[in-house]
């Protein structure tokens, strides 16, 4: 699954810095039929839940055309890492 991640990855940060904000990392979490795709997203000065809600948007409309690897139905989370991060 290291594979599919780094993919995926790859697809997502283009999207992601070209609205301004960091990939911290991508999750891909298997689970049966339905699957979670969490992306972690950072900037100067925190996350917002319209900055969430924004890359979201868009990202769900890349990964509709350019993600392959993700086939059958899964869900889409955009979050911040926390402040640990």
């Known amino acids: 699954m290291a594979k599919n991640h780094d993919e995926l990855a790859e697809v997502v940060r283009p999207t992601v ?33 319209d900055d969430c809600e924004k890359v979201s948007r868009q990202l769900d409309r890349v990964l509709d055309v350019e993600a392959p690897m993700l086939t059958g139905p899964y869900t889409l989370e955009v979050s911040s890492p926390g402040v640990e991060a």
């Open 17 to 49: 810095a070209g609205l301004g904000y960091d990939l911290v990392r991508v999750e891909f979490l298997a689970q049966g039929k339905y699957s979670t795709l969490r992306v972690f997203i950072n900037k100067p000065g925190g996350v917002s839940i």
